[in-house]
């Protein structure tokens, strides 16, 4: 009942050309694609090019980050209501590179979760815990409380189109990936944490991505298990052929 999502993460990489002959190049590679949902996250200043490109294609594309508000002096910020206008249906929400680089909070991530879903754009909570916190046996107390403040005062009866990513920030962009044991084991705590902020229900119907070092030769192992309902991809998605290697792996 989850369908698979696959979804790049492009961070501060193409320019609005380089990401249009991106998507030239990789349609015809998952033109047999039926098994999971796609979506690309350009940088901010491609967004307009390539949602225009992407128009009647399968590939949805959305937002690596925005501003909670809908207008105001905000110098530098992107507002949701224009990334809606501009035809964007998703958007990343607390990616750890902002939690670390540009001091988003769990707080922060609550109220972009708010404004996304207020504008209809379908949002990909990121969490995912430290090195040091994994080693420390705190794993599962992190990914708890990540889950639920990200969740406080979600009302139920609009959070069906919440995504949560788990990226371990052990495992992003460092070519370490976590076992599908591991991975497995983080969902499962995800999923618990969601049946108590919001409903079993959605609990049970809430997909949860896998991030972090997400190859083709991993993705089938790392993105197809009980828990786990597709892959948020960084640098393996920069190409046209292995973002697809990715996506025509995890069939079936
Ligand atoms: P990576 O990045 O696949 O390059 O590890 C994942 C991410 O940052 O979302």
Redesign the pocket.
């Known amino acids: 009942m989850r369908k698979l999502l696959i979804a790049g993460?492009w961070?501060m990489y193409k320019t609005p050309h380089e990401s249009t002959s991106f998507l030239t190049k990789f349609l015809p590679l998952v033109k047999d694609n039926t098994h999971a949902e796609i979506l690309l996250c350009p940088a901010m200043t491609c967004l307009p090019a390539l949602i225009d490109a992407a128009r009647s294609t399968s590939v949805a594309i959305g937002a690596q980050n925005m501003h909670w508000k809908d207008e105001g002096a905000y110098t530098g910020e992107t507002s949701p209501a224009v990334i809606a206008n501009l035809g964007a249906t998703h958007v990343?929400i607390g990616?750890?590179?902002r939690r670390q680089y540009f001091n988003e909070t769990d707080t922060t991530v609550n109220l972009k979760l708010k404004a996304a879903l207020a504008h209809s754009l379908i949002p990909i909570v990121?969490i995912g815990e430290h090195l040091e916190e994994r080693e420390s046996g705190l794993t599962n107390s992190v990914l708890e409380l990540q889950t639920s403040l990200a969740l406080e005062g979600i009302d139920p009866a609009i959070a069906a189109p919440i995504v949560f990513?788990y990226?371990p920030v052990w495992?992003?962009?460092?070519g370490r990936t976590a076992t599908p044991e591991i991975a497995q084991e983080a969902h499962l705590i995800i999923r618990k944490q969601i049946a108590k902020s919001l409903t079993p229900e959605l609990a049970a119907s809430i997909r949860i991505l896998y991030?972090?070092?997400?190859?083709p030769d991993n993705a089938k192992a790392l993105c197809c298990l009980e828990d786990i309902d597709g892959a948020?991809?960084?640098?393996?998605?920069l190409d046209p052929q292995s973002f697809a290697d990715i996506i025509n792996h995890t069939k079936g």
Request: hydrophobic share 35%; with cysteine.
């Open positions: 993460n961070k990343l990616h750890s590179e990121c990513a990226e495992a992003i962009g460092t991030g972090g070092s997400v190859k948020l991809v960084g640098g393996a998605s």
